[in-house]
């Protein structure tokens, strides 16, 4: 069996994979698509949790706060949980934010 060797790093919200097979893998739409998705959620549940920690506030603080419950909040963060806008509304307002919407052009 040969062994691969991937090496991950994530900086400012990006995702470099270093292996072969992944690079091959994200040649299919379907899958690079799915990537993406998963990605975009990982950003917006770093992003809650890097102002959770700035406003020192923990999860069971701030879901009162948000008026959600705590597992909720965990999961978000852990990238188990699709976040709603609404949700994501009402956890930046308990962080003392606006949350603001942009869109790109699709390169």
């Not at 959770?52 to 990238?79: P, V």
């Amino acid at each position: 069996m040969k062994k691969i060797k991937e090496k991950t790093t994530i900086q400012t919200g990006q995702v470099f994979f270093e292996s072969e097979m992944v690079k091959k893998s994200l040649s299919n739409p379907d899958f690079k698509k799915g990537v993406e998705e998963e990605l975009f959620m990982l950003e917006i549940a770093e992003s809650l949790s890097i102002l959770r920690h700035k406003a020192k506030l923990t999860q069971r603080a701030l879901a009162k706060k948000a008026n959600i419950k705590q597992q909720e909040i965990c999961d978000i963060e852990n990238g188990q949980r699709n976040i709603t806008a609404r949700t994501i509304s009402r956890i930046a307002k308990s962080l003392g934010y606006k949350p603001e919407i942009s869109f790109r052009h699709a390169s």
